[in-house]
């Protein structure tokens, strides 16, 4: 008896990775060389219309309910309800104009976020024969807080989980950070500071002097795997020392 084969789930389940990867998902279906090939209606009353308004109403509802947050159980409510609806907009968007169609190269598609095969890029869609997950930014969720004078308490764990601490096939976390006047721009980059630390548990407080009390911390994280190797960093964060 044959059975039948279990269909790999392409879109992103994890709360944050979804929401970065939606947004590039959106942003390329309306590109101006991509958008035209899909054949997706725009317009008033179009399809493309409805897929905006069920985006529009998702990013409202995680803002509201957003990822190591407790926000309460209508408003998770009402984020997961709307993050369902908006991936079913995409799956029947996905289903109707692009995995088939063999206007968009392999290339397009995979700019679009739509898992394809390895070496491809031959300008039709080749039949999938297995399935890479789309490459998301793999640096580390990561919150400042200074609770009491002169620390500053870091809590850290992977995107798009409630877990806190090292992710799975890391070995710590590498923060970079300075602390300036409290009207300061933000650094632009890791390099422009000029302290770190190095973590394997989160939550973890940092003794950074009295003296700093009003100023701000801003910072840049990073995990270093078991091989030394530094990762993707993370945008910049910051908190008021208290």
Not at 57 to 85: C, D, M, Q
Not at 199 to 211: G, I
């Amino acid at each position: 008896m044959k059975t039948k084969k279990k269909r790999v789930y392409w879109i992103p389940m994890q709360l944050l990775r979804f929401y970065l990867w939606q947004e590039t998902f959106m942003t390329e279906v309306q590109d101006s060389v991509i958008g035209p090939l899909t054949g997706i209606p725009t317009g008033v009353g179009s399809k493309m219309e409805a897929l905006l308004a069920l985006q529009a109403a998702y990013v409202s509802a995680y803002n509201a309910a957003p990822p190591h947050t407790y926000p309460g159980r209508a408003f998770i409510t009402a984020r997961n309800k709307a993050e369902k609806l908006f991936k079913s907009g995409i799956q029947q968007i996905t289903a109707q104009y692009i995995r088939n169609n063999d206007a968009l190269s392999d290339y397009q598609k995979q700019l679009i976020g739509l898992p394809i095969t390895a070496n491809t890029g031959t300008g039709k869609h080749s039949t999938q024969t297995s399935i890479v997950e789309r490459e998301v930014p793999d640096y580390p969720a990561i919150a400042a807080k200074s609770n009491s004078p002169g620390t500053v308490t870091f809590s850290f764990g992977a995107l798009g989980s409630k877990s806190q601490g090292v992710e799975a096939g890391m070995h710590h976390i590498l923060i970079q950070y300075i602390i300036t006047a409290a009207n300061a721009a933000a650094p632009t980059g890791e390099e422009a500071c000029n302290k770190h630390i190095e973590a394997q548990k989160s939550p973890f407080t940092k003794d950074v002097s009295r003296e700093t009390a009003g100023q701000k911390l801003w910072g840049f994280a990073a995990w270093v795997d078991t091989r030394g190797v530094i990762h993707s960093w993370s945008p910049v964060f910051f908190c008021i020392i208290t």
